[in-house]
């Protein structure tokens, strides 16, 4: 898992989250602690999303992935981890305008998720992904 928008120190510890989650199904404390140091609250905020299965990689014949991720509020959000974009208020705030955190909860939520292989799967068809990729709902 490489992302040129992470600094390393957040990619390592995605990485090692992946490696334990896969041996023991946990994320010990400390690395708990450590996600909350990097990411901040909404830390705790995107490990809830997960926990509540709110993430779904959908897929199409054609290679394309984005990741759905439904919010505390029941919206659902799409998110681009190849762009590290997601279409949040949080995230152009604090991401793109104050430039005040790395991630929103959403996208924090979608990097844990496929670090602990835990996102939900949806094929879909070509045409849906263009229709999901330009902004309308399918």
Do not use: W
Not at 28 to 52: R, S, T
Not at 82 to 100: G, I, K, M
Not at 104 to 122: D, N, R
């Amino acid at each position: 898992m490489h992302s040129p928008f992470l600094p390393s120190i957040a990619e390592q510890l995605f990485r090692d989250i992946q490696k334990i989650y896969k041996e023991t199904s946990q994320i010990p404390d400390e690395m708990l602690i450590a996600l909350k140091f990097v990411y901040g609250p909404c830390a705790l905020q995107a490990l809830d999303l997960v926990d509540q299965r709110s993430v779904t990689c959908v897929s199409s014949p054609s290679g394309r992935r984005a990741f759905q991720v439904t919010g505390g509020s029941g919206r659902i959000y799409t998110c681009f981890v190849s762009c590290h974009f997601c279409p949040c208020p949080a995230f152009a705030y604090t991401v793109l305008r104050r430039n005040d955190g790395l991630l929103c909860k959403h996208l924090l939520a979608v990097y844990l998720s496929q670090a602990m292989g835990v996102a939900q799967q949806e094929a879909v068809s070509d045409r849906e992904m263009s229709t999901l990729l330009s902004g309308t709902a399918f």
